[in-house]
């Protein structure tokens, strides 16, 4: 066979097992036998194998796998992939509910799906072609695992017109409970140990090097949450349909799996139709998430610094089991937080053994009367944390004694605190009592803040008992030779620690920031401060007013970031830390003009010539501050279509200057 002939027949057998793939994998059709889509397949192999040039990235050969990756890449979300907010309460529902309709004052739709529980994806389509996937990592950044993500048979590589020219599509990798059955009895019979969960199973198959390995674990997706920067559907119920006329798996319809409804009772029924059904899935759920239909609902709900106001999800009580508490100790925090823990007779629960459950603060040891000895029921807050929720009353002997809260910190000793109004205890001797020293360096040190290197808690604790550190500062103070000195260091272990600590130095400003571990300062009131005040110095000169006058930082954050700046042994930190060379000032990303410098603008409802986010860009681009909602501290609202009444009202009852689209264009182009 010439080139061209093979070149044809490789693109039509590219398509014929596509097509069956799709039908198969996605809506449970079988037209041919396995053994002649196997010939399909091998004829497809042989001539790829023959034609090298021919070779297809997004071939179905890819299917089965091969690509061996060493380090997955980590990359940044082109959209933000936030958490939601989710609840235990149909109470919670109702009241959400209401939330949602003071602010939209038309009718509301919602739709409601299933809360798989697996692997948060993002992936990337360009000309419908399989481009990308990325996992949710952080929110901000993930990992790129494409080749292993191709591996999975309900995920298409190629898509079916018509289609975005670019986007990406979200939703969940889980391994179904049959292959998760399946993939244990081989590791039974071959001696190994046996996997915990499907969850933890799907997450850790992702991360194998070999996509081959992937393959042969059968992986399954479903994906429903579209992203790009102008759609052309109305709603999310829209988007979800046009994913399945694309080819994507989405939630089928017709198994109730996704439902639209107009009201509480609509959400509640269907929270309660899945109460029971869900045990009869072939892979696992752990609750309904509930969405805003509208699009232009969303936008005008908004989000708060970490989630949808649009969305949230319910999640099912988990299962309960009985053991017996054997005593309580007690964690001391970075912060000084001091957490009791349940010492537990070890009893299986949700597909691991359970040894410890946290008991969160003095009120919640009090309100269970917890004593010594309790036979105690134990489930899994959010299906993750073991915690005690009940105690077994008949059972509790009178010579069992009431638990009793220490009142000094079991670390240093030094006389525990609690604050006016609040329910932790705290140990105020943040400088010397170890685990907060030591808990500092290591939330400065973590991936998510200065991502070091060759430094771990063993290593830690080794640095603090020998005496070569005792804050964040000495980190960049530390020799070749104290290193080296240490037990289980060697030459090329050193020497990757000091390294480690020398690329931390380009850290950008709002990581360090992150890393000093202000507390309820977290990676995004970090990146808001950042942004606002562009150096530490103007953070530390900051009054309170004017960091509660800041995007997303309320009052409690504000006198906390205060307070911490008025120590002068953090200010000297500080010193210290820019004398090693961190960097404590935002780069300059290049504003196009200060035409909107010092303005607080709000932005509602849909425009026409620009997507929102593009609208925020400028405002940020042009000196001005975005801010989610409307007060007298508002400068501008630009107004789009169908903006919701209320913060028309608003702004008008505040004589806030009221601009539209192309007002606002006109403003910046000046």
């Given at each position: 066979m010439n080139i061209e002939g093979a070149e044809s027949r490789v693109k039509e057998l590219s398509n014929l097992l596509h097509h069956y793939n799709h039908l198969y994998y996605v809506k449970n059709e079988s037209v041919v036998s396995d053994y002649e889509f196997d010939l399909l397949l091998k004829e497809l192999e042989a001539l790829e194998k023959q034609f090298p040039s021919l070779q297809d990235q997004n071939?179905?050969?890819?299917?089965?796998?091969?690509?061996?990756?060493?380090?997955?890449?980590?990359?940044?979300?082109?959209?933000?992939?936030?958490?939601?907010?989710?609840?235990?309460?149909?109470?919670?529902?109702?009241?959400?509910?209401?939330?949602?309709?003071?602010?939209?004052?038309?009718?509301?739709?919602?739709?409601?799906?299933?809360?798989?529980?697996?692997?948060?994806?993002?992936?990337?389509?360009?000309?419908?072609?399989?481009?990308?996937?990325?996992?949710?990592?952080?929110?901000?950044?993930?990992?790129?695992?494409?080749?292993?993500?191709?591996?999975?048979?309900?995920?298409?590589?190629?898509?079916?017109?018509?289609?975005?020219?670019?986007?990406?599509?979200?939703?969940?990798?889980?391994?179904?409970?049959?292959?998760?059955?399946?993939?244990?009895?081989?590791?039974?019979?071959?001696?190994?140990?046996?996997?915990?969960?499907?969850?933890?199973?799907?997450?850790?198959?992702?991360?194998?090097?070999?996509?081959?390995?992937?393959?042969?674990?059968?992986?399954?997706?479903?994906?429903?949450?579209?992203?790009?920067?102008?759609?052309?559907?109305?709603?999310?119920?829209?988007?979800?349909?046009?994913?399945?006329?694309?080819?994507?798996?989405?939630?089928?319809?017709?198994?109730?799996?996704?439902?639209?409804?107009?009201?509480?009772?609509?959400?509640?029924?269907?929270?309660?139709?899945?109460?029971?059904?869900?045990?009869?899935?072939?892979?696992?759920?752990?609750?309904?998430?509930?969405?805003?239909?509208?699009?232009?609902q969303q936008e005008e709900l908004g989000y708060t610094a970490k989630s949808p106001r649009w969305a949230i999800s319910f999640k099912y009580k988990t299962e309960r089991v009985e053991t017996e508490l054997k005593s309580v100790s007690y964690q001391v925090g970075r912060t000084g937080a001091i957490t009791p823990v349940a010492n537990l007779d070890p009893v299986y629960l949700g597909g691991t053994t359970v040894r410890r459950a946290s008991l969160h603060n003095a009120e919640q040891i009090g309100k269970l009367d917890l004593h010594d000895g309790d036979f105690v029921y134990v489930e899994k807050g959010g299906e993750i944390i073991p915690k005690i929720v009940d105690v077994n009353i008949e059972k509790r002997q009178q010579s069992n004694q009431a638990v009793q809260f220490i009142t000094a910190c079991p670390d240093c000793s030094s006389e525990l605190v609690k604050e006016e109004g609040g329910v932790q205890h705290y140990c105020l001797n943040e400088k010397q009592c170890p685990p907060q020293v030591k808990g500092k360096i290591e939330h400065f040190i973590s991936r998510r803040a200065m991502n070091i290197d060759g430094l771990g808690a063993e290593t830690i604790d080794a640095l603090v008992e020998s005496g070569h550190i005792n804050t964040i500062a000495d980190l960049y103070t530390l020799s070749y030779e104290q290193i080296l000195s240490m037990e289980r260091m060697a030459d090329k272990s050193a020497r990757n620690l000091l390294g480690g600590l020398e690329t931390s130095k380009k850290m950008p400003f709002e990581k360090v920031l992150f890393g000093l571990g202000i507390r309820f300062v977290g990676e995004t009131v970090s990146k808001k401060l950042a942004k606002a005040f562009l150096t530490i110095d103007a953070i530390i000169a900051a009054s309170y007013e004017d960091l509660v006058d800041t995007d997303e930082i309320g009052e409690k954050i504000a006198l906390s970031i205060s307070e911490y700046f008025q120590d002068e042994d953090h200010i000297v930190l500080i010193e210290q830390l820019k004398a090693s060379g961190l960097c404590f000032e935002k780069e300059d990303e290049g504003l196009d003009s200060e035409a909107l410098a010092g303005l607080s603008i709000v932005i509602s409802g849909t425009f026409n010539q620009f997507s929102r986010e593009e609208i925020k860009k400028m405002i940020e681009m042009n000196g001005g501050k975005n801010v989610s909602s409307i007060s007298k501290k508002t400068s501008i609202l630009v107004a789009g279509e169908n903006m919701g009444p209320s913060k028309l009202k608003k702004a008008t009852d505040l004589n806030i200057e009221i601009i539209n689209e192309q007002a606002f264009l006109n403003r910046i182009n000046k």
């Open positions: 071939s179905p050969t890819k299917r089965v796998g091969g690509d061996i990756t060493k380090n997955f890449e980590t990359v940044k979300h082109r959209y933000p992939m936030l958490s939601l907010s989710n609840t235990y309460s149909k109470e919670e529902i109702i009241e959400w509910e209401e939330r949602i309709k003071k602010t939209i004052e038309s009718d509301i739709e919602y739709v409601c799906e299933l809360k798989y529980d697996g692997v948060a994806i993002g992936i990337r389509y360009l000309n419908g072609i399989f481009h990308s996937a990325v996992t949710r990592g952080d929110g901000t950044q993930g990992e790129l695992i494409s080749p292993n993500v191709k591996t999975i048979k309900s995920i298409p590589l190629k898509l079916k017109t018509p289609f975005p020219e670019d986007f990406e599509i979200r939703g969940e990798i889980f391994m179904p409970l049959q292959e998760f059955e399946t993939l244990n009895e081989d590791r039974n019979k071959n001696g190994l140990p046996l996997f915990a969960n499907p969850r933890n199973t799907a997450s850790g198959t992702l991360k194998l090097q070999d996509s081959g390995e992937v393959a042969k674990r059968n992986l399954d997706c479903f994906l429903y949450g579209m992203y790009q920067d102008r759609s052309q559907q109305n709603s999310h119920f829209e988007s979800v349909s046009f994913a399945g006329e694309m080819g994507f798996k989405i939630p089928r319809l017709r198994d109730k799996m996704i439902a639209k409804v107009s009201n509480v009772d609509g959400i509640l029924d269907f929270i309660a139709f899945w109460e029971d059904k869900r045990k009869g899935l072939p892979f696992e759920i752990d609750g309904i998430v509930i969405k805003v239909n509208s699009y232009r």
